[in-house]
């Protein structure tokens, strides 16, 4: 299976610490984006990737987030100082950016806080 | 800005029911419709999508239909069966406002529970 695969599943860390997540997308697709879910809802978009280069980003990444992605393969999020409110699924998702840009998500990496 | 609402859960229904779960959008230009499922313990996989008024989706038995005049994408099944307990997330994607990104704008999911 040539899915979309994240790493790890789950990460537990301690206020203030620094954490990355991994994502390897589809292989020929040219897109990649980054959501967080929170418990009951559903996924909020966080930055998005064409090739290496990232486009956008919405307001909610702050500054204590930062995403890359060389070589327009794999893609890592890292968030610095952690602090409770960033516990939530985060999540990836893959396109060809066809015109119905259908997006094919990872199965997430479960961050805790504590 | 853009949204999409999800009738409110969670829904119980007995195996072989019907199955409708609303959802409704507020969209700025045309956008496409999608419907994604996330299975206990694994990642959100896409349902089916549309992209044009009128056009249906459909996968798995699952149905919906692009509703502009009523700005809807309701989800039906004929016939439910346990396997379908999952939660259900009805999303769009707004070319106008998304930019380049397309980024999916999703509703709060809702959880299906289907008893034997």
């Known amino acids: 299976d040539t899915g979309v695969s994240q790493d790890p599943r789950h990460k537990i860390t301690k206020r203030g610490q620094n954490v990355t997540f991994r994502c390897d997308p589809i292989s020929e697709h040219n897109r990649l984006y980054w959501y967080r879910q929170t418990l009951g809802q559903g996924p909020e978009f966080l930055t998005y990737f064409q090739n290496e280069a990232q486009l956008e980003k919405s307001r909610l990444l702050s500054d204590r987030f930062s995403a890359e992605r060389p070589k327009g393969s794999f893609s890592t999020l890292e968030i610095q100082r952690t602090e409770q409110g960033d516990s939530a699924m985060y999540l990836c998702?893959?396109?060809?950016?066809?015109?119905?840009?259908?997006?094919?998500f990872g199965p997430g990496t479960r961050l805790t806080v504590t | 800005g853009d949204s999409v609402t999800q009738m409110e859960g969670p829904v119980t229904l007995s195996e072989e029911a019907f199955l409708t779960i609303n959802c409704t959008y507020t969209?700025?230009?045309?956008?496409?419709l999608f419907w994604y499922v996330q299975y206990p313990g694994e990642g959100l996989q896409l349902l089916l999508k549309a992209t044009k008024a009128d056009d249906k989706g459909s996968n798995k038995g699952f149905e919906a239909t692009y509703r502009k005049e009523t700005t809807s994408f309701h989800l039906e099944k004929g016939s439910v069966q346990v396997s379908d307990s999952a939660v259900y997330f009805c999303a769009l994607s707004d070319p106008t406002v998304s930019g380049s990104a397309r980024q999916l704008t999703f509703g709060s999911g809702i959880q299906l529970t289907v008893l034997p």
């Open positions: 998702a893959s396109s060809l950016g066809s015109t119905t840009n259908e997006q094919y």
């Open positions: 969209a700025t230009g045309y956008p496409s």
